[in-house]
């Protein structure tokens, strides 16, 4: 099991050293597990970050008290999640956890997460099943529900007049939530619907298979490293010239553009988030990542950002009295926070309603590859799962 | 009167030293709470449940002298057994344990039945493709959870007073059961069946010549080994209340098989002795540097080279 | 199910078939001739990828990166068969394969601790990273056609090696029967040695030819080291002629198996079938196939031994 302390503030590690001592409400622990090795580490590492620097703004604080947030790596792996998440759940007593990338090993981790009475804020997987039957009131999604984007997509390629598609997603819960959410609201015919093993990195069969039915467009959904190979073999196997590519913002961002570079220039995505977004937080976010990464961020890392200043919000909005559940939850749902995104609201579920934009690689004006925001293709869009959830009160 | 003669295949429980181990681990819940360290009593649960996974894996490996690469598969079917008769509404430990415990022999029936034809290598890499088919069937079938693993809705129900969810309750249970299946591994060891299984691992023609049915030895051997790494898998899955085909990878087979020779290959204690070194070890470093594993396999590396017997071999009198 | 289709399936099984000989040629060659089982054959395609990604990175050439990473990772396949592996040759097989798991997990953090756990990229040459059109309406990538002549060069090499050179002929006597090697005066040392370097230049290969394809990662050797097992226990152990045949057959069993079952369970059995099962189907195809090999011909397809 890999560990990685990161003690923001001194003070707080000091605080935390004898064990089983009382957790006054000096200061707030937050259980970061994310996937910080294999194809999916960009994803996690970028949350992280995003994280990490949001605590930095607040001055090494959450809501005033000094931030203790402790790393962990899940590997990919449900087994080590499961594991780590009970450790800090257990023996670390953390107030909140998050990070968790893939929808796979959210489900595993949620029950010991939620029977020990701690928050989880996601700040990435939204599984359909945490949205509709099994929410929960412990569980809060700040990013969004996992068929949205794709929702967006289906949209965005009905709309552009392409007929006939092959789709293709991973076998893992968020890949079956995507081309669900893609064939919501995509109106023509699906070719193929494919579901590759969630390790697979060779996409020559699928590849080959694309080939032989010849659509006119391939939608995608493959996070991280598998989205960033499978472009690449795509374009390899000369298929960009003979049917066009689409894809959520997730195999469409900063990390995949980094990896493949020029020959995505011209891909459509979507996303919630756009890092040429015009308000006042993003500008900071984006300006002071850069600055302190070294990169462009990517929505996993605005994400991460806002996970942290819901926090922030809550701790602060309660006054950090985080043992009274009940009004550590009303100060979540109310949300009293300024997101990287513009105005922020919860739904019922726990899931934001907001906006979906259209983005396309281009280059910008200082000759990167990079997203361009064109335009708006769902205002303040719920997911499909909200009337199903029996929140309990 | 001269003394009793004592077999050179035989292996003294040591009675004393034992008993005060047993006094101490049945004081320890209390002792780790009064200590404010209660975290650890689920460790040390874990280190008694691998104890009797490597335990089993030594009854074939160290004393029928079997390099078995695929013993997690044995383990991962007790555990899976439980899991999913609970997830089909069978909560009741009577009903789900003896039936894991079964279904793990049965399991090690047909792989024995075939492995044992082989030897050397080829022994090694067909346990090995047991073990992985049995990984990918697991993999695949959704309904069990597939590559995310099962999660148990609860504890196996043993009696009404008893509450397995209890740390406490559990850790005596799974001391109880361990303690149980170590003392019947050393009757049998010093029983005139574990003698023959030793006389084959030194010298397999011999035994054959004069008469011995060697295959017949070994697959109960075989058997009983699946059937105690069933029961240590059923232990595992109420610990941590979750199973997934990472149980049965290769992996986990070479973890067994590495606790084993850390412990003492062919001594009675060496699998216990053995999870207790690895779990420990992990414990300790895994909170100095994430790189543990690599002082993990340069101590491995340092048994292999310079005490291929393991740690018990050091007390030996030989 | 059209020709193109077929042909760039089976272009795709011959490509990681010959990937698959690289790696079982030199597993075969150290279990032959020096009877050592060795787990961390695997780790050397790692180190050897990774050694590659890094000297393009550095030097922003691919091929100057494949040759320095190749050079490098024999180097240390040499140091490390003189300093550790040397001394398992005289044991028996479990500590054989305790101890190389032990250099695996070595390996592994090793690499994790110089690397981080990030992967690495590795990027084809520019000039191959698009298609090349092999017949009119059918383009495949110009870098898998790479990877494919050079297991083909590769295979030919050892071929020619083998059968050809003094070297060569003292690799088959000593596989053939060591002590009679010995006997006659083969300076085993060396010998070994130079074998087991000769396998870590193969790894590296293997690893800087599917790096770019697949991904450079801790762990990448362990999935393909499995089946590089498999492929010299059907070639049979210490030929490498046994090698190259088994490795293509797995090579275009798997891929064929990975192309025509899902769609072949759908048919049969519904969409959730041909995801969920057919991988899965696919992979313990590979061990059907071994069991049944050994089953018939237990000392495999080719035995090299007398």
Known sequence: MKWTSVRVVALAASLAVTAGAAQAADAVKVGLLSTLSGPGSGLGIDIRDGFQLAVKHAGGKLGGLPAEVVVVDDQQNPDVARQSAERLVKRDKVDFMTGIVFSNLLLAVAPPVFQSNTFYISANAGPSQLAGTQCNPYYFNVAYQNDNQHE?????????????????????????????????????????????????????????????????????????????????????????????????????????????????????????????????????????????????????????????????AAVRDTKGKLDDKKAVRKALEAARFESVRGAFKFNTNHHPVQDYYLRVITKDSQGRVTNRTLGTVFKAHADAYASTCKMPS | MPDPYVSPLDHRLRKVPALVLLAALVALPWALQAAGQDFYLGLATRILIFGLAATSLNLVLGFGGLVSFGHAAFVGAGAYTVAILMQDGVASAWIAWPVAVGASALLAAAIGAISLRTRGVYFIMITLAFAQMLFYVMTSLKAYGGEDGLSLMSKSVVAEAVDLGDERTFYLL????????????????????????????????????????????????????????????????????????????????????????????????????????????????????????????????????????????????? | MTGILVLEQSLNGLQFGLMLFLLAAGLTLVFGIMD?????????????????????????????????????????????????????????????????????????????????????????????????????????????????????????????LVTRTRLGMQ????????????????????????????????????????????????????????????????????????????????????????????????????????????????????????????????????????
């Open chain 3, 36 to 160: 050592m089982i060795n787990l961390a054959h695997g780790s050397l395609y790692m180190i050897g990828a990774y050694l590659i990604a890094a000297a393009s990175l550095a030097s922003g050439s691919f091929w100057l990166g494949l040759a320095a990473g190749v050079a490098g990772t024999a180097l240390f396949g040499v140091a490390l068969e003189t300093t550790v592996l040397r001394r398992l040759y005289e044991r028996d097989h479990l500590s054989q394969v305790l101890g190389t798991f032990a250099i695996l997990l070595m390996c592994n953090e090793g690499v994790r601790w110089v690397w981080g756990s990030q992967p690495m990229t590795l990027n084809p040459p520019p000039a191959l990273s698009g298609p090349v059109e092999l017949l009119p309406g059918f383009s495949y990538p110009a870098f898998r056609l790479l990877v494919i002549a050079t297991g083909l060069v590769v295979a030919a090499g050892l071929w020619a």
């Open chain 2, 174 to 318: 799974v001391l109880a059961v361990c303690a149980a299946a170590f003392l019947g591994v050393q009757r049998l060891l010093n029983a005139r069946f574990g003698h023959t299984l030793q006389a084959l691992r030194e010298n397999e023609t011999r035994m054959a010549a004069i008469g011995f049915p060697v295959f017949r030895h070994r697959l109960v051997a075989f058997v009983l080994a699946g059937a105690l790494g069933g029961l240590a898998g059923v232990l595992l899955v109420n610990q941590g209340g979750f199973v997934s085909p990472s149980l049965l990878d290769w992996h986990q087979s070479g973890l067994l098989l590495m606790m084993v020779i850390l412990g003492g290959v062919g001594h009675l204690y060496g699998g216990l002795a053995g999870a207790a070194i690895f779990l420990l070890l992990e414990e300790l470093l895994s909170g100095y540097t994430t790189h543990w594993k690599f002082v993990l396999g340069l101590v491995l590396l340092a048994v292999v080279l310079v005490a291929p017997n393991g740690v018990m071999s050091f007390g030996r009198r030989k």
């Open chain 1, 152 to 312: 967006a997509m289906g949209k965005t390629v009905t709309d552009k007049g392409f007929k006939r598609v092959a789709l293709l997603a991973p076998n893992y819960p968020a890949g079956k939530d995507a081309l669900a959410g893609f064939k919501r609201y995509f109106k023509g015919e699906v070719v193929s619907e494919t579901y590759t093993p969630l390790n697979q990195l060779d996409y020559g069969s699928e590849v080959s298979k694309m080939r032989a039915a010849k659509p006119d467009a391939v939608y995608i959904f493959l996070p991280g490293g598998l989205g960033i190979n499978f472009i690449k073999q795509f374009v390899g196997a000369g298929l960009s010239k003979e049917m066009t590519l689409f894809g959520p913002g997730f195999s469409a961002d900063e990390d995949v553009i980094r990896a493949v570079g020029e020959p995505m220039l011209g891909m459509f995505n979507t996303s919630q988030w756009a890092h040429d977004l015009d308000n006042a937080a993003n500008k900071r976010f984006v300006a002071d990542f850069q600055k302190e990464y070294g990169r462009l961020p990517t929505l996993y890392a605005a994400q991460g950002y806002d996970a942290a200043r819901l926090m922030d």
């Open chain 3, 171 to 306: 690799v088959r006597a000593g596989a053939s029967d060591r002590e009679m090697a010995l006997a006659m005066g083969v300076n085993v040392r060396r010998l070994f040695t130079a074998v087991f370097g000769l396998g870590a230049a193969l790894c590296a290969v293997a690893g800087g030819m599917l790096g770019p394809l697949l991904a450079v990662q801790v762990g990448m050797g362990e999935n393909i080291l499995i089946l590089a097992f498999v492929v010299i226990v059907i070639g049979g152990i210490g030929s490498v002629r046994g090698a190259f045949i088994g490795a293509l057959l797995i090579g275009v069993i798997d891929t064929a198996a990975r192309a025509l079952l899902p769609p072949l369970l759908e048919r049969l059995a519904g969409p959730a079938a041909a995801s969920d099962v057919a991988p899965a189907l696919a992979s313990i195809l590979v061990y059907v196939l071994m069991a049944a090999v050994l089953f018939w011909k237990p000392q495999g397809l080719f035995p090299s031994h007398a």
